[in-house]
T-cell receptor
Framework: NAGVMQNPRHLVRRRGQEARLRCSPM?????VYWYRQLPEEGLKFMVY????????ESGMPKERFSAEFPKEGPSILRIQQVVRGDSAAYFC????????????FGDGTRLSIL | TQLLEQSPQFLSIQEGENLTVYCNSS?????LQWYRQEPGEGPVLLVT?????EVKKLKRLTFQFGDARKDSSLHITAAQPGDTGLYLC???????????FGGGTRLMVKP
């Protein structure tokens, strides 16, 4: 889907475990965004990153959630000590350098908490 | 509270009918994007509108951005079953910034 690669596509975790979601942006894109979508709802912004920098994390829960976009490798969204309410589809989007608004989305990671 | 309100939430129509989906806000956006999402997939960008009053056409789809850049509409002419899906509008306050999504309009077109 537009070249943004997310893995895994499906992830099952038990309560209390850690979940790691990975996102490789489109080639040439240096801006990465993470969104969460609950069933039958629209997407909610979580965090905006550029390489090695968190630009806006205003949508991230205060605890248990963290994100990074290292110099090399994919962006990682990490959820520690998962709870049932974390079950959702997590989407990553990327865009090119500044000045270009459209964001292109991956196909998401569906996280299920048992 | 949704900053972007989409209506209707659900729409079921017969093939060949026309429809309009609305996306309204009290906030001004620098751009507004429309996406379509299929089950199990990510949103796919349909169009970006930037200028107040702008109208863009994509085959049978017509997108309009309000003069004040607070609202937008998507009109589909002669809907087909292949148009079935979830349509999402999303606004950006600034370039390179987060998107605020509407709640979506779930469209079903019956043959």
């Amino acid at each position: 889907n537009a070249g943004v690669m997310q893995n895994p596509r499906h992830l099952v975790r038990r309560r209390g475990q850690e979940a790691r979601l990975r996102c490789s942006p489109m080639k040439g894109h240096s801006h990465v965004y993470w969104y969460r979508q609950l069933p039958e709802e629209g997407l909610k912004f979580m965090v905006y990153l550029q390489k090695e920098n968190i630009i806006d994390e205003s949508g991230m829960p205060k605890e248990r959630f963290s994100a990074e976009f290292p110099k090399e490798g994919p962006s990682i969204l990490r959820i520690q000590q998962v709870v049932r309410g974390d079950s959702a589809a997590y989407f990553c989007a990327s865009s090119p350098l500044q000045g270009d608004w459209p964001q292109h989305f991956g196909d998401g990671t569906r996280l299920s908490i048992l | 509270t949704q900053l972007l309100e989409q209506s209707p939430q659900f729409l079921s129509i017969q093939e060949g009918e026309n429809l309009t989906v609305y996306c309204n806000s009290s906030s001004v956006f620098s751009s507004l994007q429309w996406y379509r999402q299929e089950p199990g997939e990510g949103p796919v960008l349909l169009v970006t509108v930037v200028t107040g009053g702008e109208v863009k056409k994509l085959k049978r789809l017509t997108f309009q951005f309000g003069d004040a850049r607070k609202d937008s509409s998507l009109h589909i002419t002669a809907a087909q079953p292949g148009d079935t899906g979830l349509y999402l509008c999303a606004g950006a306050k600034n370039a390179g910034n987060m998107l605020t999504f509407g709640g979506g309009t779930r469209l079903m077109v019956k043959p």
